[in-house]
Protein backbone atom coordinates (compact mmCIF):
# COMPACT_ATOMS: atom_id res chain seq x y z
CA UNK A 1 0.00 0.00 0.00
CA UNK A 2 1.61 3.12 -1.16
CA UNK A 3 1.64 6.23 1.90
CA UNK A 4 2.41 9.74 0.89
CA UNK A 5 3.05 12.04 3.99
CA UNK A 6 4.17 15.50 4.04
CA UNK A 7 5.36 17.95 6.17
CA UNK A 8 7.02 21.17 6.47
CA UNK A 9 4.18 23.51 6.44
CA UNK A 10 3.51 26.62 8.73
CA UNK A 11 3.01 30.20 9.46
CA UNK A 12 5.26 32.91 7.69
CA UNK A 13 4.95 36.14 6.44
CA UNK A 14 4.29 37.33 3.33
CA UNK A 15 7.92 37.53 0.94
CA UNK A 16 8.88 34.42 2.98
CA UNK A 17 10.10 30.96 1.90
CA UNK A 18 8.90 27.41 2.80
CA UNK A 19 10.15 23.97 2.03
CA UNK A 20 7.48 21.26 1.42
CA UNK A 21 8.75 17.45 1.59
CA UNK A 22 6.88 14.37 0.47
CA UNK A 23 7.76 11.05 1.33
CA UNK A 24 6.42 8.16 -0.80
CA UNK A 25 6.17 4.61 1.07
CA UNK A 26 5.22 1.39 -1.17
CA UNK A 27 5.94 0.90 -4.32
CA UNK A 28 4.99 3.19 -7.28
CA UNK A 29 7.41 1.56 -9.80
CA UNK A 30 9.88 3.62 -11.93
CA UNK A 31 7.50 5.15 -14.36
CA UNK A 32 5.21 8.13 -12.39
CA UNK A 33 4.53 11.54 -11.77
CA UNK A 34 4.86 13.37 -8.29
CA UNK A 35 2.76 16.59 -8.20
CA UNK A 36 1.89 19.18 -5.64
CA UNK A 37 -1.60 20.61 -5.15
CA UNK A 38 -3.08 23.30 -3.15
CA UNK A 39 -6.55 23.81 -1.60
CA UNK A 40 -7.45 27.51 -0.51
CA UNK A 41 -10.64 27.94 1.95
CA UNK A 42 -13.60 27.49 -0.07
CA UNK A 43 -11.78 26.63 -2.61
CA UNK A 44 -11.30 23.51 -5.36
CA UNK A 45 -7.80 21.41 -5.12
CA UNK A 46 -5.70 22.55 -7.97
CA UNK A 47 -2.53 21.44 -9.46
CA UNK A 48 0.39 23.90 -8.40
CA UNK A 49 3.77 21.73 -9.55
CA UNK A 50 3.64 18.28 -11.20
CA UNK A 51 7.65 16.53 -11.50
CA UNK A 52 7.58 13.24 -14.26
CA UNK A 53 10.22 10.47 -13.60
CA UNK A 54 10.88 10.74 -17.14
CA UNK A 55 11.68 13.95 -16.61
CA UNK A 56 9.92 17.19 -17.19
CA UNK A 57 8.65 19.66 -14.98
CA UNK A 58 4.70 22.34 -15.29
CA UNK A 59 3.80 24.92 -12.78
CA UNK A 60 0.71 26.72 -12.75
CA UNK A 61 1.32 30.45 -13.75
CA UNK A 62 0.57 31.92 -10.71
CA UNK A 63 3.36 30.56 -9.34
CA UNK A 64 6.31 30.24 -12.07
CA UNK A 65 9.29 31.99 -10.55
CA UNK A 66 8.77 31.06 -7.40
CA UNK A 67 8.16 27.68 -6.31
CA UNK A 68 10.47 24.54 -7.49
CA UNK A 69 9.57 20.78 -7.69
CA UNK A 70 12.05 18.82 -6.82
CA UNK A 71 12.63 14.87 -6.48
CA UNK A 72 15.35 12.87 -4.39
CA UNK A 73 15.18 9.26 -4.90
CA UNK A 74 17.26 8.17 -2.88
CA UNK A 75 15.44 9.35 -0.43
CA UNK A 76 12.35 8.61 -1.94
CA UNK A 77 11.29 12.09 -1.03
CA UNK A 78 9.60 14.94 -3.34
CA UNK A 79 9.77 18.51 -2.69
CA UNK A 80 8.81 22.29 -3.10
CA UNK A 81 10.25 24.62 -2.42
CA UNK A 82 8.14 28.24 -2.31
CA UNK A 83 9.58 31.46 -2.54
CA UNK A 84 7.96 34.62 -2.01
CA UNK A 85 5.38 33.57 -0.62
CA UNK A 86 1.94 35.31 -0.92
CA UNK A 87 -1.11 35.97 0.57
CA UNK A 88 -2.85 33.82 -1.92
CA UNK A 89 -0.92 30.55 -1.27
CA UNK A 90 -2.49 30.16 1.82
CA UNK A 91 -3.73 26.93 2.15
CA UNK A 92 -3.70 23.43 2.57
CA UNK A 93 -0.76 21.41 0.01
CA UNK A 94 -1.28 17.73 -0.89
CA UNK A 95 1.46 15.75 -2.22
CA UNK A 96 -0.27 13.16 -5.06
CA UNK A 97 1.48 10.76 -7.14
CA UNK A 98 0.42 8.83 -10.46
CA UNK A 99 1.76 5.46 -11.80
CA UNK A 100 0.24 3.17 -14.01
CA UNK A 101 -3.32 3.58 -13.64
CA UNK A 102 -3.35 4.15 -9.38
CA UNK A 103 -2.68 7.69 -7.54
CA UNK A 104 -2.09 7.90 -4.05
CA UNK A 105 -3.08 11.75 -2.15
CA UNK A 106 -1.23 12.58 0.97
CA UNK A 107 -3.28 13.95 4.17
CA UNK A 108 -1.93 17.86 3.32
CA UNK A 109 -0.17 20.38 5.43
CA UNK A 110 -1.09 24.06 6.03
CA UNK A 111 0.84 26.57 4.70
CA UNK A 112 -0.50 30.13 5.98
CA UNK A 113 0.83 33.42 4.85
CA UNK A 114 0.60 36.56 6.89
CA UNK A 115 0.33 39.75 4.91
Known amino acids: QVQLVESGGGLVQSGGSLRLSCTVS????????MGWYHQGTGSRREMVAL???????TYTDSVKGRFTISRDNTKRTVYLQMTNLKPEDTGVYYCHAAWGTETSWGQGTQVTVSS
Open 26 to 33: GNIGSVNV
Open 51 to 57: DSSRGGT
